[in-house]
């Protein structure tokens, strides 16, 4: 019993030795700020992922990950590979011609201009599709609220006519508002969910109506795109029409935008309707190139090896455009040289983690999260379980309201109270603690953490504020504040530690 009970203290005691701020030193600036300056400096020519500039820069962190004396990851097997990239081609598209057609029969077409009366977002293949169409009113489905907009309507195969907002948002005193509100605080994930119920419903792309007049297309000509070689998300094509083209396509039809918006705010009542006698034709025409690209990633061993923690930055830019380079010194060369930074404390520590702490550098963040959902699609979750991915994108300026340059936002998962606590924490620990903004990623794909979040993934994403060199040739080395994004890896890194801490007595 005694014994028992000896052994219990002791074990804590080694623990909270393991594990305690002390066992992983905080890094200092002298650890970070040159990777950070030679990750930002001309020779990376912007770090493009197909360029040049992209592969030095990968390069680059691949030699300091040796350097550290990280060891190679590998997605399937880790440890088994011997080399830091993990290889892979991203298609880039380029938009070469669109249209679209309303055809009511009896060779009377409407055909909208790309130029000025429509934007769209194609998917990764060239298309010619004619289809049905159906207004599907604010094309949601809020099974609490008991409010369907697709329960009297078929979208098999066809094209959806999708308004903006939710039942009464124009209109605070509304029913509509008071029940939907709260389902959408922030308005910038309901167009995404409107997207994922069309693709569930089969419809074979979208088309978002303007009532507004806000939205103003601008041309779509030499438009290029990024996607991997084999996306395994389903994706559709998505027209969003201005408020004139909005009124040329429903004249004829039953639908009265003005009335249908009075129902749903008013009596929750969809108006969703098939578009009788009307076809709807577009076209996409892409040409499309292969490109090699890679991520870098290095891993601490863990005493279990089927376990990992992930500490990950994306190192890509946008390169050199109109012969300025774009240098990305806060994007992401700060998220990237914080990252080796800490890959260099874990591993002089000469700490056994109890988990792999993987240390990863994606690429083509820039262009659609490429690189990390490549390296999310490619993880065997059976044989390897995610624990925590902590992602760092823009840690190292301040928004220009941020007048004492003391804010960071820090995104987890909304169910997570627990990772919320932890980066608390970590910040009290700080002499000069940060005001924290501490927000919910749910629905929201800004940076990298998105890839993780969509696999259940749980996250902690750092971000110390937009600023106005913000994807310009301005963004360099000599404006970034090593002050905050040292205090920031200090919360990093003891979040991880804390992390694994209450892990490991948890569970
Ligand atoms: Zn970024």
Not at 159 to 174: R, W
Request: hydrophobic share 35%; net charge neutral.
């Amino acid at each position: 019993m005694r014994l028992q009970k000896l052994s219990l203290v002791v074990l804590f005691f080694c623990k909270s030795i393991l594990f305690s701020q002390t066992s992983v030193p905080n890094p200092v600036k002298s650890d970070f700020s040159g990777t950070l300056s030679f990750l930002a400096s001309d020779w990376m020519e912007g770090r493009e992922p197909t360029s040049k500039g992209g592969f030095k820069a990968a390069d680059y962190i691949a030699s300091m990950m040796e350097l550290y004396q990280l060891l190679p990851y590998n997605n399937s097997s880790p440890s088994k590979n011997n080399t830091f990239f993990q290889d892979f081609n991203i298609k880039r598209h380029a938009v070469q011609s669109v249209s679209l057609a309303i055809d009511s029969g009896n060779n009377n077409t409407i055909l909208l201009s790309p130029k000025s009366e429509y934007k769209v977002t194609p998917v990764d293949k060239s298309s010619k599709q004619e289809a049905g169409i159906v207004f599907v009113g604010y094309g949601l489905s809020v099974s609490k609220e008991n409010y369907d907009d697709y329960t009297k309507i078929s979208a098999k195969d066809k094209v959806v006519l999708v308004l903006e907002g939710y039942p009464g948002y124009k209109d605070t005193a509304s029913v509509g508002f008071k029940k939907f509100k709260k389902w959408f605080p922030e308005e910038n994930n309901l167009e995404e969910t409107k997207i994922q119920n069309a693709i569930q419903q089969g419809a074979i792309a979208v088309i978002f109506l303007d009532v507004t007049g806000n939205f103003k297309p601008k041309s779509t000509d030499n438009y290029t795109f990024d996607s991997l070689e084999n996306p395994t998300s389903l994706s559709i094509p998505i027209f969003r029409l201005s408020a004139p083209a909005t009124e040329k396509i429903l004249t004829g039809t039953s639908i009265q935008l003005a009335e249908t918006e009075k129902k749903a705010a008013q009596q929750l009542k969809t108006s969703s309707s098939l578009l009788k006698n009307k076809k709807c034709n577009f076209s996409i025409d892409l040409k499309s190139e292969t490109f090699p690209v890679r991520n870098v990633i290095g891993m601490i061993p863990g005493k279990d090896t089927s376990k990992s923690i992930i500490i990950g930055a994306h190192y890509d830019h946008l390169g050199i455009k109109k012969d300025s380079i774009y240098n990305g010194a806060d994007d992401n060369a700060s998220g990237v040289s914080g990252m080796l930074a800490l890959a260099k404390n874990w591993s002089a520590s000469k700490i056994k983690p109890p988990y792999n702490i993987v240390f990863a550098s994606w690429t083509a963040e820039e262009t659609g999260l490429l690189g990390s959902e490549y390296f999310v699609q490619h993880l065997d979750l059976n044989q390897q379980k995610i624990l925590l991915c902590v992602n760092m994108d823009m840690i190292s300026r301040s928004a220009p309201e941020d007048t004492k340059q003391r804010i960071l936002s820090i995104g987890t998962q909304k169910e997570d109270e627990n990772l919320r606590k932890i980066a608390a924490a970590g910040n009290q620990n700080l002499q000069n603690p940060f005001e924290l903004d501490l927000w919910e990623t749910n629905g929201h794909t800004g940076s990298d953490y998105a890839s993780f979040t969509t696999k259940g993934i749980p996250i902690m994403t750092f971000f110390s504020g937009f600023h106005a060199d913000y994807h310009s040739p301005r963004d360099q080395a000599v404006k970034v504040d090593l002050n905050k994004e040292k205090d920031i890896l200090s919360i990093v890194n003891s979040s991880v530690l804390q992390f694994i801490e209450t892990h490991s007595t948890t569970k």
